[in-house]
Nanobody, 130 residues
Framework: QVELAESGGGSVQAGGSLRLSCEAS????????MGWFRQAPGKEREGVAG?????????YYVDSVKGRFTISQDNTKNTVFLQMNSLKEQDSAMYYC??????????????????????WGRGTQVTVSA
């Protein structure tokens, strides 16, 4: 079992920045893929960014955050970060960290597909105001 704990959410004005963190604990050897998802009230959950550390590291982003958000990991691969710059009101949502063991086909849209992931955190709220 892998436990995920998010932190770093908060309230910020449009154009500002936040850095989310997610620390994995427990049986961390059973995961290699980590990602960030978000869900706003009344909307479906959306994959935001994913990272798979092999083959030099693969990352993938939803189009709406490309150029503004950056996903990264620490050297242990047990903490994943989401640096969010130039935040917009539409980025407001609950942000969730997710993890899984991925062995084949770990790239592209699959990194943003919730069904790929087995472990989920409880979320951290991001609110962007005008």
């Amino acid at each position: 079992q892998v436990e995920l704990a998010e932190s770093g959410g908060g309230s910020v004005q449009a154009g500002g920045s936040l850095r989310l963190s997610c620390e994995a604990s427990g049986s961390t050897g059973t995961k290699n893929l980590m990602g960030w998802f978000r869900q706003a009230p009344g909307k479906e959950r959306e994959g935001v960014a994913g990272i798979w550390p092999h083959d030099g590291g693969r990352t993938y982003y939803v189009d709406s955050v490309k150029g503004r958000f950056t996903i990264s990991q620490d050297n242990t691969k047990n903490t994943v970060f989401l640096q969010m710059n130039s935040l917009k009101e539409q980025d407001s949502a609950m942000y969730y960290c997710a993890a899984a063991l991925c062995l084949v086909g770990c790239e592209g849209e699959r990194l943003l597909d919730g069904s790929t992931y087995k472990y989920w955190g409880r979320g951290t709220q991001v609110t962007v105001s005008a």
